[in-house]
């Protein structure tokens, strides 16, 4: 289990990462550098100790290389082929590759920029919305009508991803701007968008408690269900709220 809490001048930020009851690995990493106005959280894959490297590399690797000053794009497509290159070497595993979503917060507005299925939200005046898109499979069909959220959620195909960190497709990065503002921001691992509804992630949201308290709840309630892979959440808030 992996928790930090720190704030700083304008933000706090709590986040919390566990195995999930039936993982004997954590795969999932995250970085929170709030004196830097950076997050980052990543999912691995790839087999034993293999995804757990991938991930753990993308989120050291890359805000160092966004800390230096390169933009998110260049940030994540460094750390793309730095991961290819560490798969061919004793200390990387073949195969390995993980999804990214990293967020930079300069005042009260945002960028984000994300690889795969791990996912970023706004919680503002009651309401969630979905920021990033995934790249999977099942939102492909979604996109094309052919299937609904819904049906997604138990797909079986559902964990197929079509980007990622170290994979072989050609890289396909997306972006987006915002403004924070009163909101929270949601970073999270599909552990927990692929268990809880939006509208079960809005209402623990929208309860009269602290970051941590909404964190931990997130987390339990994924456990309390089937659980199955690895769980990360990561929020982060103005201060002055």
């Known amino acids: 289990m992996k928790i930090k809490k720190q704030p700083l001048s304008s933000f706090l930020d709590v986040a919390l990462s566990v195995k999930g009851n039936h993982k004997s690995l954590n795969e999932d990493a995250f970085k929170a550098m709030p004196d830097e106005g950076l997050w980052v959280i990543a999912d691995g894959m790839g087999g034993y100790e293999g995804g757990e490297i991938a991930s753990q590399f993308a989120v050291d690797y890359m805000t160092k290389v966004i800390i230096d000053g390169a933009s998110l794009i260049t940030g994540i497509e460094?750390?793309?082929?730095?991961?290819?290159?560490?798969?061919?070497?004793?200390?990387?595993?073949?195969?390995?590759?993980?999804?990214?979503?990293?967020?930079?917060?300069?005042?009260?507005?945002?960028?984000?920029?994300?690889?795969?299925?791990?996912?970023?939200?706004?919680?503002?005046?009651?309401?969630?919305k979905q920021l990033t898109h995934d790249h999977s499979l099942v939102q492909s069909l979604i996109d094309k009508g052919e299937i609904n959220k819904q049906q997604a959620r138990i797909h079986p195909e559902r964990n197929l991803i079509s980007q990622a960190l170290g994979g072989k497709a050609k890289l396909k990065i997306d972006t987006i701007k915002g403004c924070l503002g009163e909101g929270i921001l949601l970073l999270c691992t599909d552990g927990l968008s692929s268990e809880l509804s939006d509208h079960r992630i809005s209402s623990i949201l929208a309860k009269p408690k602290n970051l941590i308290g909404k964190v931990d709840e997130l987390i339990t309630s994924v456990l309390a269900l089937e659980g199955n892979d690895n769980i990360t959440v990561l929020l982060i808030q103005a201060k002055n709220v």
């Open 78 to 128: 460094r750390t793309h082929k730095k991961i290819c290159e560490l798969a061919k070497t004793d200390n990387g595993k073949k195969g390995m590759a993980t999804t990214v979503v990293v967020a930079k917060i300069v005042n009260t507005t945002f960028e984000i920029a994300w690889v795969g299925d791990s996912r970023a939200y706004l919680f503002e005046k009651g309401q969630l």
